[in-house]
């Protein structure tokens, strides 16, 4: 029961991290229905700027955790929404009537582009940083000495991604921008006749998806302490998996996928071999579409005539 509860709360922090890249997916498809395959590099580049400010801060003599966290994250984030809104801007703008094989291939190779990019400016070796938040709680002792434990780090990131879901479901459902996405998902030409920016609407949705993805990042870099510049890649493919097994579209769909990922994950890694660790989430995914095709929470997508 102990080792199980352990695995659960391993599970519950990588399920966060892939939940928050997996938003930037499901709201860029849902509003322009297309998939951002650079996403997962837009949160390889948050992960870098993050390891560069912990980096500088602590050169400036700014070491209490709190203080640099927060800076490390707005400065990710404004890092991270530049890159999200080129992106956008010269990699599916100038391609949004054509047809969607050739905004898919555009957005691969702006992945790469990026990879190599970041592999360039930075080296192909992996980049460290020291512990930023250390100590926990134990929650259970065995008398054998297991114990379970949670970090600080992993309450953190499980509090700020929830903290995020409410506060983009609360933007989504309650202001003027959140109407002018939904009204763009729903139909984008109707929504351009009615006054809404949909250029500009579209630009935010991928500045707001690319702001999380940083988040994501930055989580990641302090959890694991170490970074490289092909993280992007499977990370990026997961929260994709992610997406689709909670109903690609459905921001409540992109965080229950991501959670369900993240346990699979955790506890075929704790249970059986880790080699497959892989092979048993997407074999969840094939599961799941073959019986539920739109996903946990998707809906039938109904065609306009």
Known sequence: MEYFLQQLINGLTLGAIYGLIAIGYTMVYGIIGMINF??????????????????????????WAPAAIALVLLLSMAFTAVYGWTVERFAYRPLRGAPRLAPLIS?????????????????????????????????????????????YLQILIILTTVALMAGFTALINGTPLGRAQRACEQDKKMAGLLGVDVDRTISLTFVMGAALAAVAGVMVTMYYGVIDFF??????????????????????????????????????????????KDVAAFSILVLVLIFRPTGLLGRPEIEKV
């Open 38 to 63: 650079a996403h997962g590099e837009i949160y390889m580049i948050g992960a870098f700027v993050a390891v560069i400010a912990f980096i500088v801060l602590g050169l400036a003599g700014i070491t």
């Open 107 to 151: 957005a691969i190779g702006m992945s790469i582009l990026l990879q190599n990019y970041v592999q360039l400016l930075q080296g192909a070796r992996v980049k460290p940083i020291p512990p930023v938040v250390q100590g926990g709680f134990t929650i259970i002792e065995r008398a054998d000495g297991f114990a379970v434990n949670i970090s």
């Open 231 to 276: 993280i992007g890649f499977l990370a990026g493919v997961k929260a994709f998996t992610a997406a689709v097994l909670g109903g690609i579209g459905s921001l409540p769909g992109a965080m229950l996928g991501g959670l369900a990922i993240g346990l699979i994950e955790a506890f075929w890694s704790g249970y059986f071999s880790i080699e497959y």
